[in-house]
């Protein structure tokens, strides 16, 4: 059994690099691939990037798109100006890969945005579980979309936690 660390770094990460909630056998995989390197997430990060998922979705993208893209699937808004051109330079001169980028805008989430990723990451708790529970075929580009779709509704607003766990029920009920 993974971590429950493990479970809530993995799952941020597919927060903001698939803006998605993590399926349940994607979820174990990464978790055991995380224990085993004691909890070293920069150790994994980067395959995240290379995967097919992120190649399919975002590999024709702009570096500034791509950082404004983490930021929104995190937080629900662009990176500021000054953000921007911090992460964009990192990136350019490879002082960092997107991936490490995306952990260190995780890590510094602090007020709304800690508040935007902290909901989120009920929401997508909750529907990895329940798709975990009902045993529900959670797959392909279409299932993934309307996944990201629950997730993206969520916002700082308490209110929006069960009103998307309500709505991400229903979806696996349908699948």
Do not use: H
């Amino acid at each position: 059994m993974a971590s429950q660390e493990s479970q809530d770094r993995v799952q941020e990460v597919y927060i903001a690099y698939y803006g998605r909630p993590a399926d349940p056998a994607g979820l174990l995989f990464w978790c055991d691939q995380l224990d085993s390197v004691n909890g070293n997430l920069n150790a994994i990060i980067d395959a995240f990037g290379t995967s097919a998922e992120f190649l399919a979705r975002f590999g024709a993208f702009s570096d500034a798109v791509l950082i404004n893209n983490i930021f929104l699937q995190a937080f629900d808004r662009l990176a500021d100006e000054d953000g921007l051109a911090f992460y964009l330079e990192l990136l350019q001169t490879g002082q960092a890969s997107l991936a490490d980028i995306a952990l260190r805008i995780l890590d510094g989430a602090t007020g709304e945005d800690a508040e935007v990723l902290a909901n989120k990451m009920v929401v997508a708790g909750s529907f990895t579980e329940e798709v975990d529970e009902q045993n529900a075929p959670y797959s392909g580009n279409v299932q993934a979309g309307e996944a990201r779709e629950i997730l993206g509704a969520v916002t700082s607003d308490p209110a929006t936690v069960p009103a998307q766990i309500d709505e991400s029920e229903a979806f696996i009920a349908q699948m």
